[in-house]
């Protein structure tokens, strides 16, 4: 199983935005519930977004209006996109994919991508 994610980089808070990208291999994308977790130096992840195998979304109130996350599962991928990027969105955001199989979620994380915002 791997997650790679991709997209990071670094870019000014003033009108700034970014799209990530995770591709999937190794599992069954089409029953994986996906996300974006973030996480800043010194502190825990967290989660982003989250969109589930029915497409629904679920935004963590930070990101909410800014933050849209998006799947393609004939590419095995998923989506951030992030606008209005703000100084405090600097973290290494990594993708996560849970699949769900007979009741019980694997979990699984992608390496991570850094994502810098200058103000």
């Not at 519930?33 to 996480?39: A, K, P, S, T």
């Amino acid at each position: 199983v791997q997650l790679q994610a991709s997209g990071g980089g670094l870019v000014q808070a003033e009108g700034g935005s970014l799209r990530l990208s995770c591709v999937a291999s190794g599992i069954f994308f089409s029953i994986s519930n996906l996300g974006w977790y973030r996480q800043a130096p010194g502190n825990q992840r967290e989660l982003d977004a989250l969109i589930t195998t029915g497409r629904t979304t679920n935004y963590a109130d930070f990101v909410k209006g800014r933050f849209t996350i998006s799947r393609d599962d004939a590419k095995k991928t998923v989506y951030l996109q992030m606008n209005v990027l703000k100084p405090e969105d600097t973290a290494v955001y990594y993708c996560y994919a849970g699949v769900i199989v007979d009741g019980r979620t694997y979990n699984y994380w992608g390496q991570g991508t850094l994502v810098t915002v200058s103000s």
